[in-house]
């Protein structure tokens, strides 16, 4: 082989790692000390699913006080990424917020609509920067874009659940209407 064509493979096994790792990293978590900040627009987010009562406890489920409306997104660009690949790519991030549920609406509708939030959960996937694979952020129901928040510490019970439980690369996809059937059994 010529030196010509040597070179040329070089360079091209040279920038497929680099392409691939770009197309697979969307960098669209944002960091500052370590600390996630909190995204812009996750109004417009798109929705997987949502839950009524399924807060992290114990207690029997009451149907008079039915305890929170969870509501679950992920960010639009993973979502594009993840109905054209099958797959999370790193930087993947799902919002997951907790409304009270409430039956006072007027006109009085027999069930429940949400009222405030009250906590924010990020889950952001990222086999490159995380141990566990995966970075679990609490914040406040008021954090507004901007706001920074620590991980919760590697061997917490959020990363223990997740795993244990759910479908699909520690995420509950089988809760989630609009995703559940791409995912293969
Ligand atoms: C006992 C099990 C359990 C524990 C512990 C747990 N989760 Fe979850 N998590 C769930 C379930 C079930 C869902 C599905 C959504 C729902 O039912 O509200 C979920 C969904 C989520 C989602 C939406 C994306 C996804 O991964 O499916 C986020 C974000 C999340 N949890 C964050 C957290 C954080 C942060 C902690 C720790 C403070 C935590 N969870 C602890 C069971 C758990």
Request: charged share 15%; proline share 6%.
């Amino acid at each position: 082989m010529n030196k010509f064509f040597t070179l040329i493979l070089i360079s091209a096994f040279s920038i497929i790692p680099a392409v691939l790792q770009a197309q697979t990293d969307l960098e669209i978590a944002l960091y500052s000390n370590e600390q996630l900040i909190y995204p812009e627009r996750t109004d417009e987010w798109i929705h997987l699913g949502s839950s009524l009562g399924s807060e992290y406890g114990d207690k029997p489920f009451n149907s008079a006080e039915p305890g929170a409306i969870g509501v679950v997104q992920i960010e639009p660009a993973a979502y594009r990424y993840f109905l054209e690949h099958g797959e999370y790519a790193d930087g993947t991030m799902f919002l997951l917020s907790f409304y009270s549920a409430e039956a006072e609406s007027a006109p009085q509708l027999p069930g429940f609509v949400q009222g405030s939030m009250n906590a924010q959960e990020f889950h952001v996937i990222d086999s490159g920067r995380f141990n566990e694979g995966r970075g679990f952020f609490l914040f406040p129901p008021t954090a507004a874009p901007g706001a920074t928040s620590a991980k919760v510490p590697d061997g917490s019970e959020c990363v223990e659940c997740h795993m244990a439980e759910a479908a699909y690369n520690g995420t509950f996809t089988q809760f989630y209407p609009t995703i559940r059937h791409l995912i293969g059994d």
